[in-house]
């Protein structure tokens, strides 16, 4: 009889045994597909800042090449004066541009008398130099005569040949630059000129490598890097190629030809981390396409990802042997104490696996499972101020403090909705620093930047810190929502604030006070039930109130207008 009930016991021990493995294994692989998971969100928030910050970039210096474009081709005749003037617009449009590295400018020299070519270098160096018209001093004025058989082909002047080829602007590269002394990697974006729709020339900028390294390389997030590809497959930037990249090199570098399969349509924004191998040592990449087709990744170590889940492994191994030891000998004490409580956290582990970040382990005992539901608890609490703090670096703009493009193009849409549903009731203020580019040609940068942040306080005393969105270098937005009734009184608290700025500045200790006076436009407009159809109308009428006033405040303070 009592062989029979040691039996019976030890079979039963066996069976909780086989029930807890298979218990522990279920719970430490939801856990280690949470941790995967949110590792994702967090490579997906993390490049989705950069491709905001280049995004931003890009389109700004696509902006810049057009009023290059329409300034040419408003001329007629390409004299040595023209010459001069388009150096002159080069500077002023591009020369504060931190991603300018050079600025072209080619006639058709194959089909008209226009044979010079503009070929500026350093562009970014010239602005100081141009009022005493000494172009040379801080940048290479490459103009050459194109006419005289020199530095004329393809490996000279790609942009050219690709303008003729293609009549639509684009972004080329990567290229080596033969106009410069030193071969150089270059990535373009230009404009074709035409002139009665017949092909007229070529206009355009080279990007500079070390900005796009500057960019890139900020990125704090352990052992991770960001690259970058272009938009034909190749190189543009990898910490561990500098200057770039072909794909027709590839071969010679096996981790770069591990990860170079993941560059196509099929990988690109699946918002989905891949496995590669790189210098001996598992990655996760996750990779995004540009507004101008180049695509950027952020590679991160698969250890760095997995230290945290690996200690909880390690810590949950040593949990259930300590817990099976104790099976042996109180087998039905167990079986109340331990198997209910890990089946509540594997159903818990399940849901935090899926995203359910709030979910509650009622487990309050303090033995080894009260510590293990502490832990997950604390990793899932960690995990959801990891990620608040990475949406949070998403929408914000770190100079003012404000709410960014992306936070302000999220507004938009939550209100395009609203007025789907015809439940839009909002009022949007357009705000703009007046005398801005004066104060960045004659203060300098970081007196400019003091006068945004000047700003952005003023408008701040106003309205919350979630209706302020900085939408550009010295623009922003308000949008509120509700009651009209404090339009007025918003306005006159706002023009209140700028005057108490004015004169506590005024009043500060001789050399200490900031060297500017802020003036700031702005223009404002509610939405009108049945007559706005979409969030545009109304921003318009914003705009152009801000720009009418602008333009008064410059006929009052035409020593502040930009020149």
Request: aromatic share 12%; net charge negative; glycine share 6%.
């Amino acid at each position: 009889m009592k062989s029979i009930r040691t039996r019976l016991t030890l079979s039963y021990i066996l069976m909780i045994i086989f029930l807890w493995l298979t218990l522990g294994a279920t719970s430490v692989f939801y856990l280690r597909s949470a941790i995967m998971q949110h590792a994702t969100t967090s490579m997906h928030y993390i490049l989705g800042s950069k491709v905001s910050e280049l995004n931003n970039a890009f389109y700004q210096l696509s902006k810049n090449v057009k009023n290059m474009k329409d300034f040419i081709e408003k001329s007629d005749v390409y004299d040595g004066d023209f010459y001069d003037k388009v150096k002159e617009r080069a500077v002023l449009t591009l020369g504060d541009q931190p991603f300018v590295k050079s600025f072209y400018f080619c006639p058709d020299f194959e089909k008209t008398d226009n044979s010079k070519c503009l070929f500026m270098l350093n562009i970014m160096n010239a602005k100081a130099t141009y009022r005493a018209i000494e172009f040379h001093a801080d940048f290479i004025d490459g103009s050459f005569d194109v006419k005289s058989g020199k530095k004329v082909g393809k490996e000279f002047i790609p942009w050219y040949y690709a303008a003729k080829e293609n009549p639509f602007p684009q972004w080329i590269g990567p290229y080596n630059n033969f106009n410069i002394e030193q071969q150089n990697f270059s990535v373009s974006y230009f404009e074709p000129l035409y002139k009665n729709k017949a092909f007229a020339g070529v206009t355009g900028i080279e990007i500079s490598n070390l900005s796009i390294r500057t960019c890139i390389d900020s990125l704090d997030y352990g052992e991770a890097f960001i690259f970058l590809v272009s938009g034909g497959g190749d190189l543009i930037y990898h910490k561990d190629f500098l200057q770039g990249l072909l794909s027709s090199d590839f071969h010679q570098h096996k981790d770069i030809e591990r990860v170079s399969e993941f560059f196509s349509d099929e990988y690109v924004n699946s918002q989905k981390a891949y496995e590669y191998e790189y210098k001996g040592e598992k990655h996760k990449v996750m990779l995004e396409r540009l507004g101008n087709g180049m695509v950027i990744a952020l590679s991160v170590p698969e250890k760095q990802l997995f230290s945290l889940p690996n200690t909880m492994l390690l810590q949950i191994m040593m949990l259930l042997i300590i817990s099976l030891m104790i099976a042996v000998f109180i087998v039905n004490y167990l079986t109340d104490k331990i198997v209910h409580p890990i089946e509540i956290i594997t159903k818990a582990t399940g849901y935090i696996a899926h995203g359910e970040l709030n979910t509650k382990i009622p487990i309050k005992s303090k033995d080894e499972l009260g510590v293990l539901a502490t832990s997950i608890l604390k990793i899932e609490e960690a995990l959801s101020e990891y990620i608040e703090q990475i949406r949070d670096l998403a929408y914000r703009d770190f100079m003012t403090n404000c709410k960014n493009k992306s936070a302000y193009i999220k507004k938009i849409s939550q209100i395009k909705e609203r007025i789907k549903e015809d439940l839009a009731d909002f009022t949007v203020y357009v705000f703009d620093v007046n005398g801005l580019k004066r104060i960045n040609d004659t203060k300098g940068h970081e007196m400019g930047d003091e006068l945004i942040k000047a700003a952005a306080g003023a408008i701040k005393t106003v309205f919350s810190e979630d209706e302020i969105f900085r939408t550009g270098g010295d623009e922003f937005a308000v949008i509120t929502e509700g009651p009209r009734d404090k339009i007025k009184d918003n306005m006159a608290s706002f023009a209140q604030a700028v005057d108490e700025f004015n004169k506590e500045n005024e009043g500060r200790i001789e050399g200490k006070s900031l060297d500017f006076t802020l003036a700031v436009s702005v223009g404002y407009a509610s939405f009108e039930n049945g007559v706005d159809k979409e969030y545009k109308s109304v921003y318009d009428r914003a705009d152009q109130a801000m720009y009418e006033a602008k333009e008064a405040f410059y006929k009052n303070h035409e020593d502040m207008r930009r020149k």
